[in-house]
């Protein structure tokens, strides 16, 4: 069973990049099944999906986050990982990586979560 | 790109079923059966309930059902339980004009 554990700076100042990693677990980040997802909460609200990528390097991004988002994948690590530029205090919420298994486009598979504030 | 439509809230009493409507538009919910079906409980990640419309995960409780008419889906839920009383949130492919949609969330209350 494919884990997903996210980790990084739970602390990140305005108009700096959001960095966070994903690494995989019982699985190989390289499976042409597998798409690999970023989707926040900010406290108290909904899900909102940020974007995901195939193993090839493909990614699809959220096209209200378009131009401060890139997705990438370390198939050395087995992790992807989330870049989130020139943030704002909107950023705050909680991140979470997760996975589709084929065409199903359904996340089925999801990490704890981890909380980032931006905060000066 | 739109999220979708859900009722902030529904109740039920044990036993009771319910159902949540999550409303898309053509170029999500109607135009494909990609709809998926999450259960959050507070602190916890979302867990996966529903996929592909009407299809339950491995281990999912057949309480659980999807459907979906022109750009409504819907989620019932079955012989309430109190374990039920959770947020649900609804999801749709939306094409290559934004790919993912989600629901704002609604929060089940077991009277």
């Known amino acids: 069973q494919v884990q997903l554990q996210e980790s990084g700076p739970g602390l990140v100042k305005p108009s700096q990049t959001l960095s966070l990693t994903c690494t995989v677990s019982?699985?190989?980040?390289?499976?042409?099944?597998?798409?690999w997802s970023w989707i926040r909460q900010h406290p108290g609200k909904g899900l909102e999906w940020i974007g995901y990528?195939?193993?090839?390097?493909?990614?699809y991004y959220n096209p209200s986050l378009k131009s401060r988002v890139t997705i990438s994948v370390d198939t050395s690590k087995n992790q992807f990982s989330l870049n989130l530029s020139s943030v704002t205090a909107a950023d705050t919420a909680v991140y979470y990586c997760?996975?589709?298994?084929?065409?199903?486009?359904?996340?089925?598979?999801w990490g704890q979560g981890t909380m980032v504030t931006v905060s000066s | 790109q739109s999220a979708l439509t859900q009722p902030a809230s529904v109740s039920g009493s044990p036993g009771q079923s319910i159902t949540i409507s999550c409303t898309g538009t053509?170029?999500?919910?109607?135009?494909?059966?990609?709809v998926s079906w999450y259960q959050q409980h507070p602190g916890k990640a979302p867990k996966l309930m529903i996929y592909e419309g009407s299809k339950r995960p491995s281990g999912v409780s057949n309480r659980f059902f999807g459907s979906k008419s022109g750009n409504t889906a819907s989620l019932t839920i079955s012989g309430l339980q109190a374990e039920d009383e959770a947020d649900y949130y609804c999801c749709s492919y939306a094409g290559s004009s934004g790919y993912v949609v989600f629901g704002g969330g609604t929060k089940l209350t077991v009277l």
């Open positions: 997760t996975l589709i298994v084929g065409a199903s486009n359904a996340f089925d598979i």
């Open positions: 019982g699985g190989s980040i390289s499976n042409v099944d597998y798409y």
């Open positions: 990528i195939y193993y090839s390097g493909s990614t």
């Open positions: 053509s170029g999500d919910v109607a135009n494909y059966n990609l």
